[in-house]
């Protein structure tokens, strides 16, 4: 973190000041100066035009009806037909010939009518950032919306909000002049922009229906961002519980803000699921904190990777709170400081880890977190839904030598919940059971349950005294570990096939499968491999994809079958690592955001550093077949395992590769299956500082040759130039 911009006072609310003006001229148009600023329930400050329950002031234009024909969504093609796109290391996004990108939402562009729009060369004010895009886009999805009912309607192309997750930050290219530290303290303007640029959009869209061109609707009402203040409540066994009580919900009901949210997931009763990541590395916790803790909790604070002595991400508590409460800046201090719980933020990291409820069409109810689901670092989840079976929700724990999850809902699917929005939510996620994967070397599996009182999670568990459910699902990596789970190779991103009802898991990579974490039959490789000629990488290098199929094909299922359906490699790698048979058409490494669209294509992107040497990280179609379509074979280090039947490159093509040092994540269609949305995120991330970036993209996505812009995390819309089926 560079010290290098002096602090002034004017600095704290705008430190843009021609930003300042022309946004308070139009603001005034709405409403009197004096009310610019107000807090919100959650102590936040916001710009008065800010929540949607002030938002009477900006009127609600009702859109063009339209008529909500069903349309052609077309079937599962036998093979793909697309150009592959070659391998590149060039700053823009290559797609096929005959399709066409459209860059939609970057970082700090407006959604709201009252602000201007982003300006490199004059960064805008950290609250304005409330109604602006935030930064690292990631997982993302498109909810149909009904233009007479406003409500979810999933047969709907035309209109319908885009609800997307902002990971995290690049703090070097969001500041004017990268992050900055005066005598010790983040200025509080730039934490209020890194808060506000975390956490997820809601935008509002239309697509033309005759050229499939996409566009914001910036003064739509249900515009509107979900920050790391925005005020959630907590439901399931973990709400209410001591464990997650703060000095600001003493009962452990509420808490503010979601951040790390990485990839998503949706339910079938159209509500958007967002995930907390690496949510631990937010907080910061004095050596001294052990003295002061019993054992089980130092235990489960370093088993969530906060030990005694860890600072903080980004240095959000240094800030001095002018604006804001000092109070939001305290809580990420996880240290024991008061007499109490109640009194401090000891239990911060527990009011994270959650998967996170949003209702995009429910402007007035706050957030939920869903402590049933478990609390770990979640990256993604699936959700299966068979009418008169209970739910499955899938789910991944993105770190090294970490497990895959289940949770199974009590209430069995009704369809007629299909619009119940947070009372769904209530009725499927507050009670139901969550499960652990273990792999056995013979392609069976089981599902282990993390029951209080069952399988030994108990108060006498050696790994934590499990004296409730809330302690299980609020420490489930200790309960699973205590139950003999398999360690996988980082689950990243999970997608139901919608013909067979597989799940497929992404395992991104391991550098420490063969070492720390001894090859077993579901992470069966440890190779060596050469990056830029020079720099020996080891374990999983490339990352490979798992899928199973419940036994008697039910969602309650406790047993499985499994196989690999595809291993990451570059095409010139041995057959013993190459296992799927990837040519140049096809090679890939790093597998993480990864999606069924309705047909039956799979979409799988990739974030990686490993082959990044030779091209930029990329998107890829598949039409995989099923569990036991292949055969077993033996790894380069002498595993035996089961795989996929192999592939060629007319059921796994290349579709797209990014701009330089960018991640690909995130994947929706729309219903018509004509305009697939990707996340472009961290482009040039890798920079040294604001004025050297190694990327200009999306500026370059127009002008291939700028060699000025700032690099911008995207949201982009590819479409095709005749209108058709994408990868049709
Ligand atoms: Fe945020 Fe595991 O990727
Ligand atoms: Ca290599
Ligand atoms: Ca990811
Ligand atoms: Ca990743």
């Known amino acids: 973190m560079k010290e290098q911009t002096p602090y002034h006072e004017d600095q704290e609310l705008d430190n843009n000041n021609s930003e300042n003006t022309h946004f308070n001229d139009i603001l005034e148009q709405y409403i009197s100066r004096r009310d610019l600023i107000k807090k919100t329930a959650s102590g936040a400050i916001a710009l008065a035009i800010a929540t949607s329950a002030t938002a009477t002031s900006i009127p609600f234009r009702h859109p063009r009806p339209h008529k909500h024909r069903p349309t052609e969504s077309g079937t599962r093609p036998e093979k793909l037909t697309f150009t592959p796109v070659a391998k590149n290391k060039l700053d823009v996004v290559t797609v096929p010939e005959g399709y066409d990108v459209k860059v939609l939402y970057r970082l700090g562009d407006a959604i709201h009518p009252a602000l201007n729009d982003w300006d490199d060369n004059n960064i805008p004010s950290g609250p304005s950032f409330q109604f602006r895009s935030g930064d690292c886009h990631d997982g993302i999805h498109f909810f149909g919306l009904n233009s007479r009912t406003k409500q979810v309607d999933d047969r709907v192309s035309s209109e319908g909000l885009l609800v997307m997750n902002h990971e995290y930050i690049n703090p070097t290219f969001l500041h004017p002049k990268g992050p900055t530290?005066?005598?010790?303290?983040?200025?509080?303007?730039?934490?209020?922009?890194?808060?506000?640029a975390h956490g997820v959009s809601i935008i509002h869209i239309r697509k033309d229906d005759a050229t499939q061109d996409v566009n914001l609707v910036k003064h739509s009402i249900f515009n509107r961002r979900i920050t790391a203040t925005t005020l959630m409540q907590f439901e399931g066994p973990a709400a209410g519980s001591k464990l997650l009580a703060t000095a600001f919900s003493p009962k452990g009901v509420r808490t503010r803000g979601t951040?790390?949210?990485?990839?998503?997931?949706?339910?079938?009763?159209?509500?958007?699921?967002?995930?907390?990541?690496?949510?631990?590395?937010?907080?910061?916790r004095s050596k001294e904190d052990d003295n002061k803790r019993p054992a089980h909790e130092i235990a489960a604070l370093a088993r969530y990777g906060l030990k005694a002595g860890s600072s903080s991400r980004y240095g959000w508590e240094s800030a001095v709170g002018k604006l804001q409460p000092q109070d939001l800046y305290d809580r990420w201090v996880a240290d024991v400081k008061k007499s109490s719980e109640k009194l401090d933020y000891r239990n911060g990291p527990n009011t994270f880890g959650w998967m996170v409820e949003i209702d995009p069409f429910d402007i007035k109810h706050h957030p939920v977190k869903r402590t049933a689901?478990?609390?770990?670092?979640?990256?993604?989840?699936?959700?299966?839904?068979?009418?008169?079976?209970?739910?499955?929700?899938?789910?991944g724990d993105d770190s090294r030598g970490e497990y895959i999850y289940k949770y199974v809902s009590d209430a069995v699917w009704n369809p007629r919940d299909s619009k119940g929005g947070y009372k769904a939510g209530d009725k499927y996620m507050n009670r139901g059971r969550l499960y652990v994967a273990k792999f056995?070397?013979?392609g069976t599996g089981e599902w282990i349950e993390l029951t209080h009182g069952k399988n030994g999670l108990n108060a006498s568990n050696k790994v934590y005294p499990f004296t409730s459910q809330a302690d299980v699902v609020t420490f489930a990596r200790m309960a699973a570990d205590s139950v003999g789970a398999t360690r996988m190779d980082r689950p990243e991103w999970c997608s139901i096939h919608p013909e067979t009802g597989e799940v497929y898991v992404t395992l991104t990579n391991n550098s420490n499968r063969g070492t720390n974490y001894p090859t077993d039959a579901a992470n069966p490789r440890n190779y060596q491999d050469l990056y830029g000629g020079t720099k020996t990488q080891k374990g999983n290098v490339n990352g490979h994809v798992i899928r199973f199929k419940e036994v008697n094909d039910q969602t309650t299922a406790t047993r499985f079958e499994w196989d690999i359906y595809l291993f990451g490699a570059e095409a010139g790698m041995n057959p013993n690592i190459n296992l799927s048979g990837l040519t140049d058409n096809n090679d890939f490494?790093?597998?993480?955001?990864?999606?069924?669209?309705?047909?039956?294509?799979?979409?799988?992107?990739?974030?990686?550093?490993?082959?990044?040497?030779?091209?930029?990280?990329?998107?890829?179609?598949?039409?995989?077949?099923?569990?036991?379509?292949?055969?077993?074979?033996?790894?380069?280090?002498?595993?035996?395992?089961?795989?996929?039947?192999?592939?060629?490159?007319s059921n796994l093509r290349r579709f797209l590769v990014g701009p330089k040092e960018a991640e690909i994540t995130g994947i929706t269609l729309t219903p018509d299956n004509k305009a697939i949305f990707v996340n472009i995120q961290h482009p040039g991330e890798e920079s040294a500082s604001f004025d050297q970036p190694n990327s200009h993209w999306p500026a370059t996505q127009a002008n291939a040759g700028n060699t000025t812009a700032r690099p911008r995390s995207a949201t982009i819309v590819i479409t095709r130039k005749d209108g058709g089926l994408i990868a049709g």
């Open 440 to 442: 056995n070397q013979n």
């Open 181 to 196: 530290k005066v005598d010790g303290h983040r200025p509080e303007d730039e934490v209020i922009r890194e808060t506000n």
């Open 373 to 395: 689901l478990g609390r770990f670092a979640h990256e993604d989840s699936a959700c299966r839904a068979v009418a008169g079976q209970p739910l499955a929700f899938y789910m």
């Open 259 to 284: 951040h790390n949210n990485c990839g998503n997931g949706y339910t079938p009763w159209g509500t958007y699921l967002t995930t907390e990541e690496n949510f631990i590395g937010y907080f910061q």
């Open 589 to 649: 490494s790093s597998p993480d955001g990864m999606a069924f669209d309705s047909r039956g294509i799979l979409w799988l992107q990739t974030d990686d550093s490993a082959y990044t040497d030779v091209t930029n990280c990329m998107m890829l179609a598949a039409l995989p077949g099923f569990v036991g379509d292949g055969t077993t074979a033996t790894t380069s280090s002498g595993q035996l395992t089961r795989v996929g039947a192999k592939v060629n490159d």
